[in-house]
């Protein structure tokens, strides 16, 4: 596996709480990326990052805030969490864009319960 | 419309047959098509990738690409057990680009 980590591997969490997710990669890679996976969806972009503080929206990211302090930190944030944010929560990270492929590599993922 | 479509499945199929996954996707801007395989409580993994129409392979694996119908297929020959896992096309045109993923089709080998 590449060298990603992810934590909690599993939440469960009371509506209106906020929640962090961790990932932590030692492949020194500069993209990272925090999606979630939901049956009839597949994995959607939450929000991504291009460099250490350069972060970016994807598809969803309403209700989702991430920080990147450090190259090898991506920190996903719920601030109010809500039962519609349960899910399986996938971080990636991608080599420079001199890999034309964008070829991702994915971290085990955290499942996230909202009650 | 998704700009990437994947039948869901599930597939279930008998040890030795020859397995056929499909999408089709809408972005004529896409010019990388790839395949993944996430195992079930699992990251996904990237199994293989193309660059605009042909084919590749890859030991039992195959990808083929049509861009003049948008259509992506992975052919798994000999399949076995340890194939049973949920397959994802994905595509991106290139670079750090969003890479749009479908939403995965299910497989199962049976013994």
């Known amino acids: 596996d590449a060298g990603i980590t992810q934590s909690p591997r599993h939440k469960v969490t009371e509506t209106g709480t906020p929640v962090t997710l961790r990932c932590h990669q030692t492949?020194?890679?500069?993209?990272m990326y925090w999606y979630r996976q939901d049956p009839g969806h597949g994995l959607r972009l939450i929000h991504y990052s291009y460099g250490v503080k350069d972060t970016d929206k994807g598809e969803v990211s309403d209700g989702y805030s991430v920080s990147r302090s450090k190259t090898e930190d991506f920190l996903l944030t719920l601030e109010s969490a809500t039962s519609s944010q349960t899910s399986v929560y996938f971080c990636?990270?991608?080599?420079?864009?001199?890999?034309?492929?964008?070829?991702?590599?994915f971290g085990p993922g955290t499942r996230l319960t909202v009650l | 419309q998704k700009e990437v479509e994947q039948d869901p499945g599930p597939l279930s199929v008998p040890e030795g047959a020859i397995v056929s996954l499909n999408c089709t996707y809408s972005n004529s801007a896409f010019q990388y098509f790839m395949w993944y395989r996430q195992y079930s409580r699992k990251g996904p993994e990237l199994l293989m990738y193309t660059y605009s129409s042909g084919n590749k392979e890859d030991g039992r694996f195959t990808a083929q690409v049509d861009k003049s119908s948008k259509y992506i297929s992975l052919f798994i020959r000999d399949s076995q057990p340890s194939d049973s896992a949920t397959y994802l096309c994905?595509?991106?045109?290139?670079?750090?680009?969003?890479?749009?993923f479908g939403t995965g089709t299910k497989l199962q080998v049976i013994p």
């Open positions: 994905a595509t991106n045109s290139g670079g750090y680009q969003k890479v749009t």
């Open positions: 492949e020194n890679h500069r993209y």
């Open positions: 990636a990270i991608s080599a420079t864009a001199a890999s034309v492929t964008n070829e991702q590599f």
